[in-house]
């Protein structure tokens, strides 16, 4: 009669119960495949599930802090109504629900990547307990995964970054972007790469894994910032009460209620040059609406400039006349403020 120990080789509990207390190898060998190898596979499904729950949890708990935002706009929570909060509310609730629409996405992807982890480890164990030799296909995945690493590590990089980027919320699509090379609108963003289209035209492919800072000039609130100069014999005093006028015309006008969210300031003189003083205007503004108010300013400026009698600073310029009897040395040329030369006729005026 065979030992205890050569009956159930590998230890099975079931199959040394069943022979101590029968003393019957084929009857303890039946019951560990009836009843013990099922009830391990079906340990290793639970255990498998329990552990997929856990995982999804965490992830959903991530997804739900990716929807909120990594910057929070505390401005426009603080202020609800009027003008402000018109303007950052409708911004933050188009960003809330891009946030949103990508976290989703991201969460159902790590779910499946997951789930795919878990599922080839239960598998593996499983084909190990009911007595297949799992050494090879360990091995297998181990070389493959070395293979993966040491050719794949620019696209193993690059899916790391969009993942991390995507969580931060760092940019979105229709976000106008700067990073590095590349500055425009985004207009796709996936795990490799981000596409952003310039002011030319032109389409660029970035791989996350090569962005090594972005400038995001759409999130929460943006600036427009305009140096004015004007010449010096003028009263910066007057100048900048003129200014302060237009901006806050600008604040006041219907048309233009929550594309700027904060009363205007002039900062004051900015700089003294050699030809002017200029004088720095800063607007706050809802996003991607920083270019249309610094247009609607200037405009507004150089009309109120016209009609105050504010000069601005102007370049001179020397224009050369010929008379028809001269030899041609060279064609008539701007020479800007080149100085004066010898010559038959000059005219000066404003550029």
């Known amino acids: 009669m065979l030992s205890l120990s ?42 498998g599930l329990v552990i997929r729950w856990l995982l999804h949890r965490l992830i959903d708990r991530l997804v739900a802090r990716a929807e909120v935002g990594m910057l929070p706009n505390r401005f426009s929570r603080a202020v609800t109504g009027g003008k402000v909060g018109a303007a950052l509310n409708l911004h933050e609730a188009a960003g809330s629900t891009r946030r949103v629409q990508r976290a989703a996405t991201m969460g159902t ?35 493959l995964g070395l293979a993966l690493g040491f050719g794949a590590q620019s696209l193993v990089s690059d899916f790391l970054s969009g993942i991390f980027m995507i969580f931060e919320d760092q940019y979105g699509v229709g976000d106008e972007v700067d990073l590095g090379e590349a500055v425009g609108t985004v ?26 800072r972005v400038g995001n000039m759409s999130q929460n609130w943006a600036r427009t910032v305009l140096d004015i100069s004007v010449a010096y014999g003028e009263d910066i005093t007057r100048v900048q009460r003129v200014l302060t006028d237009i901006a806050h015309d600008l604040w006041e006008d219907e048309d233009f209620t929550g594309r700027v969210i904060e009363e205007p300031s002039v900062w004051g003189i900015q700089d003294i040059t050699a030809d002017a003083v200029v004088v720095r205007v800063a607007l706050k503004t809802a996003p991607l609406e920083q270019w249309a108010v610094a247009r609607e300013m200037r405009q507004r400026i150089k009309a109120r400039f016209d009609h105050e009698g504010i000069e601005m600073p102007h370049a001179q310029r020397v224009v050369w006349l010929r008379s028809p009897d001269a030899e041609p040395e060279a064609p008539e040329v701007d020479l800007g403020d080149a100085p004066k030369a010898q010559g038959p006729a000059q005219a000066e005026g404003p550029a």
């Open 187 to 212: 207009e796709a963003v996936s795990l490799r790469v981000t596409r952003v289209r310039d002011v030319n035209g032109t389409v660029w492919y970035v791989r996350n894994g090569e962005i090594m």
């Open 109 to 143: 992807l790590l779910k499946s990547v997951v789930t795919g982890i878990v599922l080839a480890v239960v598998v593996t164990m499983m084909l190990s307990e009911i007595g297949v030799n799992i050494a090879p296909i360990i091995a297998s995945a181990g070389i």
């Open 6 to 47: 050569e009956s159930c080789s590998d230890g099975e509990d079931i199959c040394e119960w069943v022979l101590r207390e029968t003393g019957d190898q084929r009857l303890a060998t039946v019951s560990d495949w009836l009843v013990g190898k099922p009830a391990a596979l079906t340990g290793l499904v639970v255990l």
